[in-house]
């Protein structure tokens, strides 16, 4: 069955340094992926994702992704985090007829 | 465009009661999703529609959850009566019907539940 892990709850970064997320999915064929951010009160916001080709997916807002099939890994990075990134992040599947899982996700706290 | 609208944003019961939540997708969206976020957890699709029909309710606690996708517009999702565990942020989605190997869903911003 297809699932998603993120291994780290939370995370705190400053502001200004650099940032990764972890994600690993597990799925039988090629999988597509995404990242998706939630901001207190807000709904699902989509960042970026990959169904194809160039491993190295440029999403919104500066974040990037890229996809390791030899690691099972789609991790999230951005170089320089700013204060408005706070938010909690969640890596997705698709799991069929559109089907989204999701991991548990990762909370991002930035220090000034 | 207007996104994906929810009511209520918040909602307090007790136990036992019954609670409805609504969702009104994007004008034109065929396929329309309800997800419940436990505190903790990522979001789990409860129910599929596809236009008014359920593509997948397989997660759906049928004994106390139920949906309805009238019309194949608007939604109203219901559980009675109400468990502790299900305090949770129900999420509704919806995605066009363009075909292809996947239609990106948006989301609404959900309705907090909170079960005493």
């Known amino acids: 069955a297809q699932s998603v892990t993120q291994p780290d709850i939370h995370i705190t970064v400053s502001e200004g340094a650099s940032l990764e997320l972890r994600c690993n999915y597990s799925?039988?064929?090629?999988?597509?992926l995404f990242w998706y951010v939630q901001s207190p009160g807000q709904g699902l916001q989509l960042l970026l994702k990959?169904?194809?080709?160039?491993?190295l997916v440029q999403g919104i807002k500066g974040f990037e992704a890229e996809f390791k099939r030899s690691q099972s890994s789609f991790n999230l990075r951005k170089p320089s985090v700013h204060w408005s990134d706070a938010a909690e992040y969640f890596c997705a599947v698709t799991g069929g007829y559109n089907k989204l899982i999701f991991g548990a996700g990762t909370r991002l706290a930035v220090h000034p | 465009e207007a996104g994906v609208a929810q009511s209520p944003r918040y909602k307090i019961i007790e136990k036992r009661q019954s609670v409805a939540f609504w969702c009104n997708p994007i004008?034109?969206?065929?396929?329309l999703y309800w997800y419940q976020q436990i505190l903790g957890q990522g979001p789990k699709l409860l129910i599929q529609f596809q236009n008014n029909g359920v593509v997948d309710d397989s997660q759906l606690p049928k004994d106390r959850f139920s949906a309805e996708r009238l019309k194949g517009v608007d939604s109203t999702l219901k559980i009675q009566p109400a468990k502790l565990e299900d305090s949770a942020v129900y999420l509704c989605?919806?995605?066009?019907?363009?075909?292809?190997?996947?239609?990106?869903?948006?989301f609404g911003p959900g309705t907090r539940l909170t079960v005493l």
């Open positions: 990959y169904f194809s080709g160039d491993t």
């Open positions: 799925y039988g064929a090629t999988p597509y």
């Open positions: 989605a919806s995605s066009p019907n363009r075909g292809g190997v996947y239609n990106e869903q948006f």
């Open positions: 004008s034109g969206h065929a396929t």
